[in-house]
């Protein structure tokens, strides 16, 4: 019968098809990219609004003239 040697070679290849772990690692490797890239693009948009946040004080230091004293809250 051909279609019954055709069904267990198909039968066999779903098997060893099914028991293959060669692609779990390139998953494995994927999702641990996509988490320490999520954790960059965190970090770099932090540190952007501190960045920020530094420049707009440097440039209320300077528009205000005052060198070495206060301003406010600032410590120019």
């Known amino acids: ?4 040697e ?3 070679k198909d039968m066999t290849f779903f098997k060893n098809l099914w028991n293959d772990q060669s692609g779990a690692s390139a998953a ?3 999702l641990i990219l996509a988490i320490v890239g999520t954790g960059i693009a965190i970090a770099a ?3 952007g609004d501190a960045v ?3 420049m ?3 440039k209320d ?3 205000s003239g005052s060198g070495a004293q206060a301003v406010g809250d600032l410590d120019c």
């Open 1 to 4: 019968m051909v279609t019954g």
């Open 6 to 8: 055709i069904g267990v």
């Open 28 to 30: 494995e490797y994927a």
């Open 45 to 47: 948009w932090n540190l």
């Open 52 to 54: 920020s946040g530094a």
């Open 56 to 58: 707009n004080n440097a």
């Open 61 to 63: 230091c300077i528009a």
